[in-house]
């Protein structure tokens, strides 16, 4: 059983910046490709950014490109999603998720993902 603890979440001003982590155990991190999404009340999850086991190749949603960074630490067993030019829009729970696999690329649906965290809220609001 993987054990995903995701932290960092908070009350920002637009065009602030956080830093999420995420903090894995139970499993072998260097086995897992992983994934942040996010998800407001009534709402699809939807995939917010996602990075391989290798950490080698990163994919993002268009609606964050150029201002979220999704790294890790295959030492620290942790993934890290920094958020900078934060919007309204960007509030939601932001759930980490970690995906078993031998392919070394990113995933994008949240049907290809094992485990998951309990999420952490971030809010964006003057």
């Known amino acids: 059983q993987v054990l995903l603890v995701e932290s960092g979440g908070g009350l920002v001003q637009p065009g602030g910046s956080l830093r999420l982590s995420c903090v894995t155990s139970?499993?072998?991190?260097?086995?897992?490709?992983m994934g942040w999404f996010r998800q407001n009340p009534g709402k699809e999850r939807e995939f917010v950014a996602g990075?391989?086991?290798?950490?080698?190749?990163?994919e993002y949603a268009d609606s964050v490109k150029g201002r979220f960074t999704i790294s890790r630490d295959n030492t620290e067993n942790t993934v890290w999603l920094q958020m900078i030019g934060l919007k309204a829009e960007d509030t939601a729970a932001y759930f980490c998720a970690a995906s078993f696999t031998t392919v070394n690329t990113p995933y994008l649906r949240a049907s290809q993902y094992d485990y998951w965290g309990q999420g952490t809220q971030v809010t964006v609001s003057s």
């Open positions: 990075i391989s086991w290798s950490g080698d190749v990163t």
């Open positions: 139970g499993g072998t991190f260097n086995e897992y490709s």
